[in-house]
């Protein structure tokens, strides 16, 4: 229940398994809109009463067992605790903790650093009422800070105005920045910085469209650069507050307040010294889920982001798994081999990247066993996959779609892949393309070995001339099947590798 | 083993419920290429019993418990049938049963009434060696015939020229009608025809592209017109064999073979006095399936098609059953309301589609919640539903996704249902757009009144003003969450009847 928003979730889990989320409702409360000396006002505590009342009525009915209510700032800071502690827990149907400042920034931790790959660097969070800046050692919480600086707040105070001034803004500069003076951990720290709460969603969803973003509404990792937040901040200022919601991605429940929220996360990120904030669609509801899913470990960390979220899919498509974990392995041992004889570079993201789409690959079959693989690929990119990049998501969807059938090409995905491009220089020399036909290849080849479901195949071993990729196997039993199905991926080999796919048995040294 | 292709197909299933396709191998093996008064072709044989040892390892490995190995007109026609037998049997690892024509067409049967709403008409089955034409009545299997006319046997004896003549085309055609000159229950017939088989789903195919059918590659349940053929056989003719796989849809492996399929079947739709055979993706194979799956009915047939194709997606996308029953009799019980209060005229397909999109509304939550309603309109239309007609699966799948978010429209698969409205001209006074708001304002106001998942809402008693429907429920406990709910609705509501909406509670008399 925060000072903006009320949002009830609702997550199905297994407790150590995979999880999902199942139902969800959400209120533009405004609870702590109007707030003065005397606390919350009564308009916003009548708002919030009948929300909160229907949230239970929704938790008895619908059988919730384990129901975690919380508020934040509104309720922590406001003078008329009692009346508005009240008012929410509807005379004691629901049992509302009021989080500390400390443990807002906790739980906002608890879901950033188990739907992202953060080890170090900062998470802001910013609500209607406070904001939270905590630093991340090692996935560990370091120092953290509140201040009350959340966006009806800060909306209040400085932005209330139809149309504010250029002066208006810059006081609400000056006051953010006043507010941070003294935290010298935070002061030019650089690094990865992760973004939570509504405003920076909407901040991100806004600059998706301007920039026509390929992933449109993929908010999850979406890395919204400062410069991208300050343009919005000008074309928000350039309207009325009852205009604002025209700007592409900007709801009306949110067209005053955003404003307000952009200056204090773009004055945030310069004090850190900060080029891009990276959207974290998970946040406090997700924390206090993970304390739950997680227990009784502690701190409740999910130890490999990225398993998880392949393993959450192959869950939830109800994948074969002894099939897609012998395929990843002969897959990767493929992969191997190639690195050994000098056809390719090792490189631990590619590796990731086959055994993710290794385990994924026959995820569509759920919908059809005909065009599986354009199904997988559907499933998997709008399932997304925390932890990993858009990019890398992409490729993953693309080998998906690629694992059988037509050449596998980038065509779809073309445009997201070659953003990436423009950013980063470090990438394979054969670029995307290259990428995506080696590790095709890798998985076609090893997906056809093991054709016959019966994980007969047990090694490879390559060797290469300057016509011939030769590919030995080990087997148990009868590897007829899966050396014919295997040589159909020739013309895959030689696209990706200029040589002709070659297959035997190999007999082991005695 | 059929005389064209062998195919092996896994199926998944329990015994009763639901079944998927989870495997599929296939190989044009040409077994009747090449056969003369010694039989089957020793490079045939060869050929076959490479494919047949290929199965045999595969099903083994796979761990498939129960194999039905068939073969058809090629080995039953054969001279050499003992030899044929030897071979494809790999030596007594696989149990082949040569099928008699009349098991043939039974089992065509089976796979067509039991993927269909086929209750009387015909169904039409063209192989490689033979076709069987059987007739339905009431759902049984009536007359049969079965013709040595299949696509590879007439294209050797007709049209196999590199370019045949026209004079080649009217000596093939003259002979199918000549065959078929006897059967007194086939000639002018009428009525419907359902089509099976590879040559006629590839005639799908092609038409699909020819046209830019909007539902590109959704054959099952396609209606291929006699005019649609006859235009193929004209594209197909104007070429040399060598260069028809130029024509979109046209494979390299039945390239030469089509245009013999096409004729037979031309011609025998032309004798049946049918103007579009119904392209069904099912035969022979899910035939052997389905006497498994249903046993021990007999005959094996699924009672209600419809019913069935949503029943196997509910249990595929794990929908929660009690809640998407609990919708879908609200639903139903607002249509008939609606009905009783003149707003529609109640309309039984209407009917059915909106309970087949009840069960389906939150088929998306399995891929996100986010956009689950978008989600879920990509799993219906992809995974199909046999036994509705393309321009219904389209309101379904509409339907679903506008369950919830904006006011459901029509754009996306405008142009199927366009289509559809030029060919059948018994629709709703509203049209397609019509139907589509009314059926979704009766999904949505159905869903926010079991918002709280908890069934409380008994039943819904309805009135109307001119500007207002009144909507009264009664319910078990507090209705608060749903009548606020279901509140939000009232612009889907004006936009379907001119009305806004209101609700309140009813007590029943006393």
């Known amino acids: 229940m925060g000072s903006n928003t009320f949002r009830l979730v609702v997550f199905r889990y297994r407790p150590g398994g995979s999880f999902q989320l199942v139902d969800e409702i959400r209120h533009a409360v405004r609870l702590s809109a109007g707030a003065g000396p005397e606390g919350l006002h009564p308009d916003a505590l009548e708002r919030a009463g009948h929300a909160a009342n229907l949230y239970r009525a929704f938790c008895d009915a619908a059988g919730v067992d384990d129901v975690a209510a919380v508020t934040t700032s509104a309720v922590r800071d406001g003078a008329n605790r009692t009346e508005a502690l009240a008012a929410l827990s509807v005379d004691g149907g629901l049992d509302v903790r009021v989080l500390s400042a400390e443990e807002e920034a906790w739980y906002g931790y608890l879901g950033a650093v188990n739907s992202t790959t953060l080890t170090d660097g900062h998470v802001l969070d910013l609500g209607g009422g406070s904001v939270q800046v905590s630093q991340v050692t090692g996935r560990r919480l370091g120092e953290v800070v509140s201040r009350p600086l959340g966006a009806v707040r800060m909306t209040e105070r400085f932005l209330a105005e139809e149309k504010p001034g250029r002066a208006d803004i810059r006081a609400l500069r000056r006051h953010v920045a006043r507010e941070l003076e003294d935290l010298d951990w935070l002061a030019g720290a650089g690094g990865r910085m992760v973004g939570i709460g509504g405003t920076i969603r909407t901040l991100a969803s806004m600059h998706q469209r301007s920039v026509r973003y390929p992933l449109m509404g993929e908010l999850h990792g979406y890395p ?7 343009d919005l901040v000008e074309a928000m200022a350039a309207l009325p507050a009852s205009e604002r919601s025209r700007l592409p ?12 929220g952009a200056i204090v996360i773009g004055t945030i990120l310069e004090r850190a010294g900060v080029e891009a904030i990276e959207i974290c669609s998970q946040g406090l509801r997700e924390g206090l889920f993970y304390e739950r899913f997680l227990s009784p470990a502690d701190p409740p ?22 099939h897609v974990e012998h395929v990843c392995a002969l897959a990767l041992a493929i992969y191997d081999e190639l690195a050994r004889l000098g056809l390719h570079a090792a490189d631990a993201s590619e590796r990731e990247m086959l055994w993710a789409a290794g385990m994924l690959h ?21 399932a997304g996959l925390p932890g990993f990049a858009h990019h890398e998501l992409a490729m993953i969807a693309l080998l998906v779609r690629g694992h059988r059938k037509g050449l596998p090409t980038l065509s779809p995905l073309e445009d997201i892949l070659r953003r990436r491009a423009a950013r980063s220089p470090e990438r394979p020399a054969d670029g995307d393309e290259g990428t995506l036909r080696r590790l095709a290849a890798c998985l076609r080849i090893a997906e ?26 080990t087997a148990i039993g009868d590897p007829s099947v899966a050396l014919w199905s295997a040589a159909l991926e020739s013309p895959v080999v030689q696209r990706a590798f200029g040589r002709r796919l070659e297959l035997g048995v190999a007999f082991p040294a005695a």
Chains 1, 2 share one sequence.
């Open 249 to 260: 991605g900007l709801k009306q429940d949110r067209a005053d307040i955003t404003l307000a």
């Open 448 to 473: 056809q070995l093991e054709r016959g479901r019966a994980r007969g195949i047990r090694s490879v071993h390559m060797s290469a001339t300057k016509a011939a990729l030769k590919l030995d196997v």
């Open 362 to 382: 026959d995820a569509g079959v759920l919908v059809d066993y005909n065009d599986h693989h354009k199904h997988g690929y559907y499933l998997v990119l709008n």
């Open 301 to 322: 960390l999910i130890p490999d982001i990225r398993r998880q979220s392949v393993m959450n899919l192959v869950d939830t498509y109800r994948c074969d798994i002894p």
């Open 224 to 230: 919204l650069p400062l410069s991208g937040i300050d």
